[in-house]
């Protein structure tokens, strides 16, 4: 088949792209809590059950074991992050009352550095600027950041206690945002003119949104991010669109059981569904809900 497109192409016929594949994580109780992906469509998938790192090659429909949880010396994985650049994998562990920024090489899968968490925490998701990491802390409402070149996580940005449940969280331009979990808000953060962050705003929404999770940047800019929306199997994939103090949701696609994560590669989305009713929920906990999926949502 490859060789019968090549032919078509020097022949000048133009081929039409082949639609990308769902990605299936067939590993019993994976739960998986998070995603990433780089350019050429290698994507990793982070399980929180687990403790280990899955990845799926370019064309891949299945993911397969990457960093085990010795290997990794995980124990609860989260967010997940790419850096090809750098041959860089940011991974959030999670063990017991310690928590930990990992960074292992992208290729080989060999641990490069840990950082310690200040004051225990619960590392959840990560987004670069620059050379600089930042990741949210669920537990105590920070978002900590690790400057290029420095061994130690800092406090960056503290939110109100009582909505301390920070989740995901994306650059757009120059401002941070992040979202509450069990708050159910949009942040936008600032910076100020030192690099320290300003005050964090919770934007007013066009509709309700219900355990925001995971947010990326698509390939145009736009700010993707999706909502667990409780045991329903309504589960959505959003735009959002901001306008001052203003957010507008737009739902791209829904019916997903709890969808955690999103990343991008080119125009197509894909929404990793981690089933977590099946932790949650006294009629379903105990049993196996895999395989799991990372589905393909073309974007417009």
Request: neutral net charge; contains cysteine.
């Amino acid at each position: 088949m490859k060789i019968f497109a090549a032919a078509l192409l020097l022949a000048g016929v133009t081929v039409p792209a082949l639609a990308a594949t769902d990605i299936t994580l067939n590993v019993p109780m994976a739960f998986p809590e998070s995603l990433t992906s780089t350019a050429n469509g290698t994507v990793y998938i982070g399980s929180l059950q687990q403790g280990a790192v899955y990845r799926a090659m370019p064309g891949a429909a299945e993911a397969k074991p990457f960093i085990s949880k010795e290997a990794g010396n995980f124990g609860l994985v989260l967010g997940v992050l790419a850096d090809a650049p750098t041959d860089t994998l940011w991974v959030c562990d999670d063990n017991g009352d310690h928590a930990y920024l990992k960074t292992f090489s992208l290729k080989a899968g060999s641990l490069k550095k840990t950082y310690e968490l200040p004051g225990g925490g619960f590392c959840n998701d990560i987004a670069l600027k620059g050379k600089d990491a930042y990741i949210t802390d669920t537990k105590f409402g920070r978002v900590l950041k690790l400057a290029a070149g420095s061994d130690v996580l800092s406090i960056w940005y503290t939110n109100d206690k009582s909505d301390s449940s920070l989740d995901g969280l994306v650059w757009q331009g120059d401002a941070l945002y992040t979202n509450t979990y069990n708050g159910n808000h949009l942040i936008r953060i600032s910076v100020n003119p030192d690099g320290s962050a300003g005050k964090g705003v919770n934007l007013t929404t066009s509709m309700d949104i219900y355990q925001p999770d995971g947010m990326r940047l698509s390939s145009s800019g736009k700010i993707l991010m999706v909502e667990g929306r409780g045991k329903d199997g309504n589960g959505r994939l959003d735009e959002v669109t901001v306008n001052g103090d203003a957010a507008t949701i737009k739902v791209i696609k829904d019916k997903y059981m709890l969808p955690t994560a999103v990343t991008v590669v080119g125009n197509t989305a894909y929404v990793l569904e981690a089933k977590l009713n099946y932790q949650r929920d006294p009629a379903l906990k105990g049993k196996d809900p895999a395989p799991f999926k990372a589905y393909a949502v073309p974007l417009k």
